[in-house]
């Protein structure tokens, strides 16, 4: 600390990188470090009381009034195929982004209010935290629960079909009947699962989005039924395969990869044989199909692959992508849609695809990201009716892992995601305090957003 410069607030200037060290409860703003944007973030600061602010130079801001309205840079950080502007565009999120006001014009007060109303600001962010966590609480034991029914389901399909399609119709129909019952459906980013559960935990993410998805798509309750059941079996042909070829780093060996894509076709028949529907059958059969006709098993292209198996191919993807065998290869959330809409576009039905963009954002959950502040948080939650502004866990030295900021951008307009990252661009210090997922799963929860 010998080190560090202070100024005295009179001499604080905009474009100021500033670290206030109080309590994060003894001041109005969202973060205790962060660039000064304006005038009146420069009025509550000299408001504090302080004789002296500790500023970094370094990663002060200190340019011209015209140069600090330009538009922020593009994710260098990320080398994605597509920049976020071009999927929002895809994505019709545009249609969401209505123009914010400002914090005065929305709450109808003067330049000085910040300081006044320190305290009742404070506390609602506290609650506003405390209810999102609560939220992602309850998400995490639903998704327990619900990754062990897809575990029994799966394992005891072949000895007790009645009883394991009973269990899969059963969780499909309840977590359908929630999402339908809520006209705003929170995304969640999940704690990491053990290896053994990964296939199950990724059957459960697949069929929880896709039927996300499908909800966005105004399917009707039984063809919802049907994309649940046929996403949490859809890889039961895979039983049979040899761990080491399953769980194996890298690409395949040609005989190898012939042998995984067999499981399509023995999925199907053993689904058939199991007695489950003819349209869940036709799901598993064709989830690997792609729509320019560059899939298996059998390179159907267009109308011939099924709208199930449509929503369950993008869906599958997604996960794969996001959760590779080989750890090493997996991309970011941000990364997997970019690519998904910038490479790989031919292979999908783009309405669903698009659709699926905007449910989860430009920077769904998992994502690591900067924001205008030059503070790096990482994407925990987004609403599906409210993408463009998710919830960010948010680094912050001063403050307790344990106690970090969570930080709702719907309240907090001034602020803004500059970027996204790269989970190897993180010092030691924010990868330990953020803790990136190694797996990226998804559940979902009820709207934890006060007004």
């Not at 690409?251 to 399509?264: F, K, N």
């Amino acid at each position: 600390m010998g080190d560090a410069e202070y100024v005295a607030p009179e001499n604080l200037a905009v474009g100021m990188f500033v670290i206030l060290e109080l309590s994060w409860l003894k001041h109005p703003f969202s973060f205790n470090s962060f660039v000064v944007q304006n005038e009146e973030e420069l009025a509550t600061l000299r408001s504090l009381g302080l004789k002296k602010i500790r500023i970094d130079r370094s990663r002060s801001q200190l340019v011209s009034a015209a140069a600090t309205v330009a538009a922020p840079a593009a994710p260098a950080d990320v080398a994605a195929p597509a920049a976020p502007a071009e999927v929002a565009e895809v994505a019709e999120v545009a249609e969401v982004a209505a123009p914010v006001e400002s914090p005065a014009q929305l709450e109808g007060t003067s330049d000085t209010a910040p300081a006044v109303s320190m305290a009742d600001e404070k506390t609602l962010r506290m609650e506003q935290s405390r209810a999102l966590r609560a939220s992602i609480a309850r998400a995490e034991k639903q998704a327990a629960k619900a990754a062990k029914t897809v575990r029994h389901a799966t394992t005891s399909l072949r000895t007790e079909p009645a009883k394991a399609i009973g269990m899969a119709n059963d969780l499909v129909a309840g977590i359908a009947e929630s999402l339908l019952g809520s006209s705003e459906v929170m995304v969640h980013l999940l704690g990491d699962q053990g290896d053994g559960d990964a296939v199950y935990h990724h059957s459960l993410s697949v069929a929880v989005l896709a039927l996300i998805l499908g909800k966005a798509m105004e399917l009707d309750a039984d063809t919802l039924q049907t994309v649940g059941v046929a996403a949490i079996f859809h890889d039961i042909g895979m039983a049979d395969a040899p761990s080491n070829v399953l769980h194996k780093n890298g690409p395949l060996p040609q005989a190898e990869q012939a042998a995984m894509r067999q499981h399509c076709e023995i999925g199907a028949k053993m689904a058939l044989r199991c007695g489950l529907p003819e349209a869940v059958v036709a799901a598993i059969l064709q989830h690997h199909e792609r729509l320019d006709g560059s899939g298996y098993p059998y390179r159907l292209t267009g109308d011939q692959i099924g709208q199930v198996a449509r929503i369950i191919a993008i869906t599958n993807h997604y996960d794969h992508l996001c959760n590779p065998a080989n750890v090493a290869a997996a991309l970011t959330a941000f990364e997997a849609l970019s690519t998904m809409f910038a490479r790989q576009k031919n292979w999908f039905d783009m309405a669903m695809l698009a659709k699926l963009i905007r449910i989860l954002g430009v920077y769904p959950p998992g994502s690591i990201v900067q924001l205008s502040t030059g503070a790096t948080a990482m994407v925990i939650s987004v609403n599906t009716a409210r993408p463009l502004q998710p919830m960010l866990l948010v680094y912050d030295a001063v403050i307790p892992k344990s106690d970090a900021i969570i930080l709702d951008l719907e309240k907090s307009p001034e602020i803004s995601i500059s970027k996204a990252l790269r989970t190897a661009s993180l010092a030691p210090a924010v990868h330990e305090y953020l803790s990136p997922r190694k797996r990226v799963t998804y559940y979902f929860g009820e709207d934890a957003r006060t007004d």
